[in-house]
């Protein structure tokens, strides 16, 4: 039996992380935890150390580029990789960005389900590969 992917949410909007976590978890059987907010998600990192974590950049509080940052300081979370979520561009300015932005991966909001398994498949593959 293959092992559960497991993902790790972090945007301030409940209803994202409630809806992506339903869907992720019934539909592609994910193993999905969410965090509101950037310090907390920081904590979750650390005790739970998820395959990916999907990361909205625009927070109060801690912003999702402070968020990579501080998972970068730790041996647990160094390595995790991390896909930003933004509502800053449109899904066509995303797809002309070919999903990097600044050397990250990211997706426009809002994003399918789908969307994220999709992409959080191929990141897993990239990397189990050494090409992350």
């Not at 092992?3 to 992720?24: A, G, P």
């Not at 625009?58 to 912003?63: A, H, I, K, L, Q």
């Not at 994003?111 to 090409?131: K, N, W």
Request: charge should be negative.
């Amino acid at each position: 039996m293959q092992r559960k992917i497991t993902l790790l949410i972090i945007d301030d909007d409940s209803n994202v992380c409630e809806t992506l976590k339903l869907h992720l978890e019934r539909t592609h059987g994910f193993s999905v935890h969410t965090a509101q907010d950037g310090r907390s998600g920081l904590r979750l990192a650390q005790r739970i150390v998820p395959d990916v974590i999907l990361l909205d950049v625009m927070m109060p509080g801690m912003s999702g580029g402070q968020v990579a940052e501080t998972l970068r300081e730790f041996r647990s979370t160094e390595r995790i990789p991390v896909i930003f979520l933004t509502g800053a561009l449109t899904k066509a300015e995303a797809e002309e960005r070919g999903g990097e932005f600044g050397g990250e991966l990211f997706l426009a909001k809002p994003v399918s389900g789908d969307e994220i398994a999709a992409t959080v498949r191929s990141v897993l593959q990239r990397a189990a590969s050494g090409r992350a």
